[in-house]
């Protein structure tokens, strides 16, 4: 039992450090992609790999247990990447970056009313306090603070549905099908709610664009490893973990996110960025303090 939890935390880690350096893929193929494009290849090409990796059908489940999958695929597949682009365009990018973060206190709600878990220590909130202002420090470092109500409302937003997909997949977990077949099922919901916005979001098919090196490489990172593996990972460490103390990791994103722009991009770290590190990590191991057991 020890060595399973020891193992849902090195996967929610190790799915936490490949998510918060996924900007950087992004942010290079938003050159010649759409938001959407972007999102829809990388989940098309995820659930490709997930059925070359495994490919098992997933067989006897019941009604219900199909709309739970449809339920996860439209919330952590479709709705909150949908929203979260949407609020990148309304907002400053450190604004959604911060509102993103409350997702484990909606989890640990949610999962509270629906799960019956047990509520939240105090060290859980005391820690969620220490995360939120390490993250508004590195995310409003060196800038002011600008409020944007209709892209916040929707990061916000994005969060709870963050937190409803969190709840789901360990409603998922407890129906002993194996992982990859799960989230291969949750990935073909997902893209199925997603056709209808390609209309939307003036949606091209163009593959030709792959033939840049650039684009190609940064696709199957994002398809291969943020997509296929890590929804996998993560789910893997739902499933082991539970709900709220795997959703605890996602204080990290900014941190990573710092760190990989140190490493890739070159980019200076501010005195600000660095206390905001020391105090997010800090608040991630006050939350966890009292959750281990």
Same mark, same amino acid.
């Given at each position: ?6 193992? $849902? ?40 790999? #997930?059925?070359?990796? @495994?490919?098992?059908?997933?067989? $006897? ?10 339920? /996860? ?6 709705? @909150? ?12 990018? +450190? ?5 993103? &973060? ?5 989890? /640990?709600?949610? *999962? ?25 420090? =590195? *995310? ?18 994005? /969060? ?5 997909? +969190? ?5 998922? &977990? *407890? ?39 650039? @684009? #190609? ?9 943020? *997509? ?20 605890? @990791? ?5 941190? =990573?996110?710092?760190?990989? +722009? ?11 960025? /660095? ?11 006050? +939350? ?6």
């Amino acid at each position: 039992m020890k060595g399973k939890r020891t193992a $849902g935390h090195f996967s929610a880690l190790l799915t936490i450090i490949i998510w918060g350096t996924t900007f950087i893929s992004t942010k290079i193929m938003l050159a010649d992609f759409q938001p959407v494009e972007i999102l829809f290849f990388r989940f098309v090409m995820g659930l490709l790999a #997930l059925l070359a990796v @495994y490919p098992h059908p997933l067989k $006897g489940t019941n009604r219900q247990q199909e709309l739970t999958f449809a339920a /996860a695929g439209l919330c952590g597949i479709c709705l @909150y990447y949908l929203l979260e682009n949407i609020a990148l365009t309304c907002t400053m990018a +450190s604004n959604v970056g911060v509102i993103i &973060s409350v997702a484990p206190f909606f989890t /640990a709600i949610l *999962s509270h009313l629906f799960l019956k878990e047990e509520k939240p220590p105090v060290n859980f909130f005391l820690g969620f306090a220490a995360a939120m202002t390490g993250i508004a420090l =590195i *995310s409003w470092g060196g800038s002011k603070l600008e409020l944007n109500p209709a892209g916040d409302l929707l990061a916000l937003l994005a /969060a709870l549905i963050w937190a409803c997909y +969190s709840v789901l997949t360990k409603k998922i &977990s *407890s129906y002993g099908y194996h992982t990859i077949l799960t989230t291969r099922r949750v990935f073909c919901y997902g893209i199925l709610f997603m056709l209808p916005t390609l209309f939307l979001f003036d949606f091209k098919l163009d593959l030709t664009r792959f033939a840049n090196p650039m @684009y #190609l490489f940064n696709i199957l990172f994002l398809g291969l490893g943020a *997509s296929a593996m890590c929804f996998v990972t993560w789910n893997f460490a739902v499933k082991a973990l539970g709900a709220v103390k795997t959703s605890i @990791y996602i204080y990290m994103v900014p941190v =990573i996110t710092v760190a990989a +722009s140190v490493l890739i991009l070159h980019e200076k770290i501010t005195a600000l960025a /660095a206390a905001g590190t020391v105090l997010t990590l800090a608040g991630l191991l006050l +939350s966890e303090s009292k959750l281990f057991d």
